[in-house]
């Protein structure tokens, strides 16, 4: 799964793209989670897409609550269970600009709970 895709803009489609169709060439399966889930399924309905864990703004807010809820989620999701390797998107989605330690916080629960492999690309 390539973690925080999102392609709105024509540089950042080009790097998750271009990094999910290699992975596809070599015979994997790729799953793109994101942010923007309705905008970027219509504008890329060939590829598989599920919501971000960060998705829900309002419980990011609620540190107790939001860590029980990233927790729940992570474990009952039938996608993400399934996945072999988590990969942080390429470009510019982990700086302080966007943000990074609620990312860093979901990419290390999915290796706590899950233990999946996780990559940062960038």
């Not at 979901?106 to 709970?113: A, E, F, I, N, Q």
């Amino acid at each position: 799964m390539i973690d925080y895709a999102v392609p709105l803009n024509n540089g950042d489609a080009a790097l998750i793209f271009a990094l999910g169709d290699e992975l596809e060439t070599l015979g994997h399966k790729v799953t793109y989670s994101t942010f923007q889930l309705n905008k970027v399924e219509k504008k890329y309905p060939e590829k598989v897409w599920i919501a971000s864990i960060l998705s829900n703004k309002y419980l990011n807010h609620i540190p107790i609550i939001r860590y029980i809820y990233y927790c729940i989620k992570i474990l009952c999701h039938p996608i993400i269970k399934k996945q072999d390797l988590i990969i942080a998107a390429p470009g510019g989605y982990i700086n302080s600009y966007y943000g990074f330690k609620l990312k860093l916080l979901v990419l290390s629960l999915y290796k706590r709970l899950l233990g999946k492999t996780i990559i940062m690309y960038s």
